[in-house]
């Protein structure tokens, strides 16, 4: 039983597939699909008159005894270090608890710190801002640390911030848009790195007003644009993209992030 934690039962059937599958169909009626077969194995050898058996194994439903626990690597307080965090927990029906600044440390989640899971958690995260949701089963302590008899789910005598589906849909847009912010800041670094301007530098050079919602003429604009990209030596598509996002105002910024997202990096923007 040791090789198998989560075990639930273990029941000896005929081998017959009609009975195996009637078995596997109650086993699945008592527990309400929070068990799961993990193994049928045939355990006897035939021997005369004696039909083979099968073992069917039981195992809980680690989903359905779990959370999943949002680990991101983030900056310190002061940016010069990165720090293991939990920024959310979500449990088995689809709710997704957001957890406060303050308590994000893994440091503060001594429980979790015990698992293997959060061993393979951090040789997974590598970089700043690297993300991984995994499962983690509730053992007694992880349970009374994370949920009240309620099902409330708590962490450091207060509960955590439930989001609705409006809220999360908003995180991940920020998400998005902050992974693009990080990408263009390091086309850039590289840019400063191989010894060449930084476009931020060449941008300011340019002879052309900022586009704006106002802008009437807006080819009339992009062409003025084009002439100061080779007036500059501007080629690639990379620095073209970016340089242009210097040049736009708050709503236009908007569309740019949202065109960036859809058609990404590697897109064809000749048209």
């Not at 009637?22 to 008592?30: G, K, S, Y």
């Not at 902050?178 to 301007?197: A, C, D, W």
Request: glycine residues 2%.
């Amino acid at each position: 039983m040791t090789m198998y934690p989560q075990l639930i039962a273990c029941i000896f059937v005929r081998n017959n597939v009609n009975n195996i599958n009637n078995h596997i169909n109650l086993i699945n009626l008592v527990f309400s699909n929070n068990a799961i077969v993990i193994l049928n194995r045939i355990v006897d050898s035939p021997k005369k008159n004696k039909p083979y058996k099968t073992t069917i194994l039981v195992k809980r439903n680690n989903k359905q005894n779990g959370l999943r626990f949002e680990f991101t690597i983030l900056p310190s307080n002061d940016g010069k270090s990165n720090v293991y965090a939990i920024t959310s927990i979500a449990t088995s029906d689809e709710k997704v608890y957001v957890i406060r600044d303050e308590l994000k440390p893994v440091a503060l989640h001594k429980e979790i710190l015990k698992t293997n899971t959060f061993n393979k958690v951090k040789n997974s995260l590598k970089k700043r801002y690297q993300t991984r949701r995994v499962w983690i089963t509730l053992t007694d302590e992880i349970a009374k640390t994370y949920m009240d008899e309620e099902g409330n789910i708590p962490f450091e005598d207060e509960f955590l911030e439930e989001l609705d589906k409006e809220q999360l849909v908003k995180i991940q847009q920020k998400k998005e848009t902050n992974t693009l912010e990080r990408l263009v800041e390091t086309l850039i670094e590289n840019t400063q790195t191989n010894g060449q301007p930084s476009l931020k530098n060449i941008a300011d050079k340019f002879v052309i007003e900022k586009f704006t919602s106002r802008n009437v003429d807006a080819k009339q604009w992009m062409n003025n644009f084009e002439q100061e990209c080779a007036r500059f030596n501007i080629q690639t598509d990379e620095k073209t993209i970016e340089i242009i996002r210097l040049f736009m105002d708050k709503s236009c910024t908007d569309w740019y992030h949202s065109m960036i997202i859809k058609l990404t990096w590697d897109s064809d923007w000749t048209e």
